[in-house]
């Protein structure tokens, strides 16, 4: 393995050890990621983004009130378990 690197080397060089397999690069600079996030959005986007954001603090009452409960039936189990003992 190291003697083809070295062979490499020295037919072309430092670009010789470059690894040019696999999936290229996407060329995504920073210029690239601010113009998506400066693009104003429509009324339909608005008011699906409030519509998604008041669904997700919904699920994650919803997350937090069944962790609980499930808390609260356990400690409740283990209570009527030592009872009977």
């Known amino acids: 393995m190291v003697y083809r690197w070295e062979k490499a080397y020295q037919k072309h060089g430092l670009s010789g050890l470059e ?3 696999g999936r290229p690069r996407k060329n995504m ?3 690239n990621k601010k113009s998506k ?3 104003p959005i429509n009324e ?3 008011e699906e983004l ?3 954001r008041e ?3 919904l699920l994650k009452m919803k997350i937090i009130y069944e962790k609980k409960l499930q808390a609260l039936l356990l400690e409740e189990e283990a209570e ?3 009872r009977q003992r």
């Open 44 to 46: 339909s986007e608005r």
């Open 80 to 82: 009527a378990r030592k």
């Open 50 to 52: 409030i519509r998604l």
């Open 29 to 31: 600079t920073k210029s």
């Open 19 to 21: 690894d040019n397999k």
């Open 55 to 57: 669904e997700n603090r």
């Open 37 to 39: 996030l400066n693009t």
